[in-house]
């Protein structure tokens, strides 16, 4: 087997090394709001939940350059909110092109044909054409070293009708896809080869 000392002789590569084994990862496909009132979109996918009670999250926006942060943890440090926009093989030519670095105050989402829609907790508007959106406020912020963890309580779910039972919340798996990012620099994965396995007693 290769060995990586992540402290000493790879410690350059730790990104390329562990994002490319630590896989299937979800993506965060975030909106916020700049202080101009302009909606910035851009996906992460150092993110998952966490917890629920209460239910967070946690994304990790790295820097545009040293010390000067992504538009998203800037927007969410001056505003407190965001929501996080899950991503089905549809999506995936957008979410993919919001991941260009654009200056501050130009959105991510122009001409790209995606319906802005108004949440019910927070003033940053979700992406209605996901199938699902998590309204969230920022909970605390953690930074360590160069790395940016901002824990997000999430107050509002949106899914699609046909992912939920209306009553019984039953989770219908068969009707939800969602894309995974895989190795770096470029790998994804779709999830709709799935199978169940039981949990012992």
């Known amino acids: 087997m290769h ?3 992540l402290d000493d002789r790879h410690k350059k590569d730790a990104y390329r090394i562990l ?3 630590v896989t299937p990862r979800p993506i965060a496909w975030t909106t916020s709001l700049g202080d101009d009132g302009v909606v910035n979109a851009a996906p992460f996918s150092f993110f998952n939940v966490f917890g629920t009670r209460p239910p967070i999250v946690i994304i990790a926006p790295g820097d545009k350059e040293p ?3 992504k538009d998203t943890a800037r927007n969410i440090r001056e505003s407190g909110e965001f929501v996080i926009n899950l991503v089905d093989s549809p999506l995936m030519r957008p979410m993919n092109l919001t991941a260009a670095e654009k200056p501050y105050g130009v959105s991510e989402l122009k001409d790209l044909g995606l319906t802005l829609e108004d949440c019910a907790h927070v003033s940053v508007p979700r992406i209605g054409n996901c199938p699902a959106s ?3 406020t920022e909970h605390s912020t953690m930074q360590i070293g160069q790395n940016r963890l901002i824990i997000g309580q999430v107050h509002r779910v949106w899914a699609r009708k046909d992912l939920f039972s209306e009553n019984s919340l039953d989770f219908h798996q068969e009707n ?9 620099p470029d790998w994804y994965a779709r999830t709709d080869d799935l199978f169940s396995l039981e949990r012992p007693d």
């Not at 939800?176 to 770096?184: D, E, H, L, T, V």
């Open 176 to 184: 939800y896809a969602p894309i995974a990012r895989m190795g770096a």
């Open 67 to 69: 010390g000067i942060p």
């Open 3 to 5: 060995y990586f000392d």
């Open 134 to 136: 998590l309204e969230c």
């Open 19 to 21: 994002s490319s084994l």
